[in-house]
């Protein structure tokens, strides 16, 4: 059974930093695309950020690049997303997501190429 499994989610003010953390089960992690989304209420779900496989390609939303940062640890299976700089529009429920099928480079933000998702962890940007 692959379950996902989110943390580091609360509340920050902005300009302020988190670190997301994600550990994976029941997946071939070297073999996975690991990605962040997120969700606001009344929005579609918005790819943040993808690691490919090993690790030696990342891919980001424009909304987050040079902001944001996703890196992952195979030994601890475990995929993190540092957060720096945060702006109330960031306020979003943060979802993990594995897809054990390569993902073209035009799919690696999209939702629909994952079959695997976490709860999710909500994080809160004042102003």
């Known amino acids: 059974q692959v379950q996902l499994m989110e943390s580091g989610g609360g509340l920050v003010q902005a300009g302020g930093s988190l670190r997301l953390s994600c550990t994976v089960s029941?997946?071939?992690?070297?073999?996975?695309?690991l990605s962040w989304f997120r969700q606001s209420p009344g929005k579609e779900r918005e790819g943040v950020a993808c690691?490919?496989?090993?690790?030696?390609?990342?891919s980001y939303a424009d909304s987050v690049k040079g902001r944001f940062t996703i890196s992952s640890d195979n030994a601890k299976n475990t995929v993190y997303l540092q957060m720096n700089d945060l702006k109330p529009e960031d306020t979003a429920m943060y979802y993990c997501?594995?897809?054990?099928?390569?993902?073209?480079?035009?799919?690696?933000?999209?939702?629909?190429?994952?079959?695997?998702w976490g709860q999710g962890t909500q994080v809160t940007v004042s102003s």
């Open positions: 690691i490919d496989r090993r690790g030696t390609s990342t």
């Open positions: 029941g997946l071939n992690f070297e073999n996975s695309h």
């Open positions: 997501a594995a897809s054990a099928i390569f993902l073209d480079p035009w799919a690696k933000l999209v939702a629909g190429g994952y079959q695997y």
